[in-house]
């Protein structure tokens, strides 16, 4: 069974331009959720995805967005990049999407962004 | 606000030594998480904790939750080098929600 994907893997960009950036969920997983890390902030939670709709968003800037499609796949978008913005950036997918039970949470590998 | 405190910040232990990790939450949460994460590697999930009283264990770590107490411990057991890693615990606030709150992690370190 194959894991959470994301990509790219790896990315470098300049400021004042724009990423997106890809996660595909575990086949049958329906939750999709994003996370930023970065050294001084540690984990911070950006949005959370369920059939295609937003359930939760953190307190990031507007220049942070999201969207779910039809197969679960998500992708995120961060326009004007800033430095602050270089981060590995996480996704996250689940079953049942918080709906009870032992509902568990499992991660891609990131994709690693930079902002020069 | 649901906060997430961690303790210790960093920690160094010698191999066959015990240590515990423990892990503060502010308000009343629905589940807590144990992650393990390795230097530019992702997320682990280690273990789930759903109920006061919950003890889950995996080779030589233990979790344990206290919702009382808003406390859950890592413990670990004989420590070996493998083990280095950088340990979060995560609580999620609401049920019908997956978003975590992340603790700042813990930063082991085993040395022989």
């Known amino acids: 069974k194959a894991g959470v994907t994301q990509t790219p893997r790896y990315l470098i960009k300049t400021r004042g331009q724009q990423v997106t950036l890809s996660c595909s969920p575990i086949?049958?997983?329906?939750?999709v959720s994003w996370y930023q890390q970065t050294p001084g902030q540690g984990l911070q939670f950006l949005f959370e995805y369920f059939s295609e709709t937003q359930r939760n968003k953190g307190n990031f800037p507007g220049r942070f967005s999201g969207r779910q499609f039809s197969n679960s796949r998500s992708e995120m978008n961060v326009s004007t990049l800033e430095l602050g913005d270089s981060a590995l950036y996480l996704c996250a997918s689940s079953f049942i999407g918080g709906l009870g039970g032992n509902t568990e949470a499992f991660f891609g590998q990131g994709t690693r962004l930079t902002v020069v | 606000e649901l906060k997430v405190e961690q303790n210790p910040l960093f920690l160094s232990m010698q191999e066959g030594k015990n240590y515990t990790i423990y892990c503060n939450y502010s308000?009343?949460?629905?589940?807590l998480y144990w992650y393990r994460q390795d230097p530019g590697k992702s997320l682990e999930s280690l273990f789930v904790l759903l109920s006061n009283g919950a003890v889950k264990q995996e080779g030589r770590l233990m979790a344990s939750l206290d919702t009382k107490a808003r406390l859950s411990t890592l413990h670990i057991t004989a420590a070996v080098h493998d083990l280095s890693a950088t340990y979060f615990c995560?609580?999620?606030?609401?049920?019908?929600?997956?978003?975590?709150?992340f603790g700042t992690g813990t930063r082991l370190q085993v040395f022989p």
């Open positions: 995560a609580v999620t606030r609401v049920y019908n929600t997956d978003k975590l709150i």
């Open positions: 086949s049958g997983h329906r939750s």
């Open positions: 308000t009343t949460s629905d589940r």
